[in-house]
């Protein structure tokens, strides 16, 4: 079983980014780091990342090619604040999918190091 079977599949994933998402719309520091206007193109992106990344369909790769996660966030930029802040509310998303011990440390485990090598601007 893979980690998306397990902990519910597209569902799950599209709670989780939604719920993330809704913190991001109401914080003035990640705001704007996301030019869109309607932020749902950029929950989709990540929704459908996520569930590839996690052994759901590949969905992403065949819409967006390969993720190249650091080249896509490059023009932005972020410090530690911006970090700690993504971090803060995926925290939040992830705490509400209430998942069992070893799935949510999984899932912490890598937003805590996806976040950290998405840092490009000195502290």
Do not use: C
């Amino acid at each position: 079983m893979t980690f998306y079977e397990a902990v519910g599949g597209e569902e799950t994933f599209r709670r989780l980014v939604h719920r993330f998402y809704e913190g991001v719309a109401a914080d003035p520091l990640l705001r704007p780091l996301y030019p869109e206007e309607d932020l749902g193109p950029a929950e989709d992106r990540l929704r459908l990342f996520l569930i590839q990344y996690w052994g759901g369909p590949n969905t992403y790769s065949q819409e967006r090619g390969h993720p190249r996660l650091r080249m896509r966030h490059n023009p932005f930029v972020i410090g530690e604040a911006e970090r700690d802040a993504w971090l803060l509310h995926m925290r939040e998303a992830v705490d509400e999918l209430e998942l069992p011990e070893q799935l949510e440390k999984m899932l912490w485990d890598y937003f805590t190091m996806a976040a950290q090598s998405m840092v490009n601007a000195p502290t």
